[in-house]
């Protein structure tokens, strides 16, 4: 009873330890089948739920940083008309659009990461896939996603091309669209500065298409390190047939 009553005072993972191997083993074989699906199927469910909400964010931060830069230029306008494109609307330019400039950077940085968070959740359910044809092989036929947690399968579930140029097609996904945008404002916001320290107009012109370009690249790079980041993070458990399997796993 001693004996009994101390391994009850331990926590699960060191009564486990406590047990003997077959002691375990026996448990997990006699989870029933019907219960083992039902865990699968509420955590695919829990990853769909939570996919739904880093879109909606997605969605709204990027409308939040678009409403702000449409109000921006219409005050700029507003008082580019008032002052005829003077001193005074230099200044209020200096002092509008980095709040603009830090939106959209803001914007865009939270656009990457649920990016790759919504890659995290694929992974999830790529890994849950597997298991389902594990348990119903003759099922494979029937699913149009991936079932492997590597980079083909993750691309077979966004239903991505593979014959497309993934360099170009990073312009025209949400955070690539408001990359763009965020560094237009920065060259404004440089070409403005330029002028108001009496720099020419075609320099100031080359300085804003230098931190158009910079910024760009900037942006660029912070997405691939992030992209980066996420590989090391989740390395493949099940890879794809005929990729290379990760270390440790036959």
Wanted: charged share 15%; proline share 6%; net charge negative.
């Amino acid at each position: 009873m001693e004996g009994a009553t101390s391994i009850e005072r331990l926590p699960g993972p060191a009564v486990e330890s406590q047990l003997p191997a077959s002691a375990t083993d026996g448990a997990v074989r006699d989870v029933p089948a019907a219960l083992r699906l039902q865990i699968l199927t509420t955590e695919h469910w829990s990853l769909l739920a939570t996919r739904s909400m880093s879109w909606n964010e997605s969605f709204s931060r990027a409308a939040m940083f678009l409403s702000l830069l449409s109000g921006s230029i219409v005050a700029l306008a507003l008082v580019a008309q008032a002052t005829a494109f003077g001193d005074n609307f230099s200044l209020f330019a200096l002092l509008l659009l980095p709040v603009v400039l830090f939106a959209g950077v803001a914007t865009f940085t939270r656009l990457v990461q649920v990016n790759n968070e919504d890659a995290h959740w694929v992974v999830g359910m790529n890994r849950l896939r597997h298991k389902y044809l594990e348990i119903a092989p003759d099922f494979e036929a029937y699913f149009v996603t991936g079932a492997h947690d590597d980079e083909p399968g993750i691309f077979k579930t966004f239903a991505g091309d593979p014959r497309s140029n993934q360099f170009l097609h990073g312009f025209i996904t949400t955070p690539g669209m408001i990359g763009t945008i965020v560094a237009l404002v920065a060259a404004t916001l440089v070409a403005v500065a330029a002028l108001r320290l009496g720099a020419a107009t075609p320099l100031a012109a080359l300085a804003g298409a230098v931190a158009f370009f910079g910024t760009v690249v900037a942006l660029a790079w912070y997405a691939y390190r992030t992209l980066t980041g996420l590989k090391d993070l989740l390395p493949p458990r099940f890879p794809s047939a005929g990729a290379e399997p990760p270390p440790g796993r036959s």
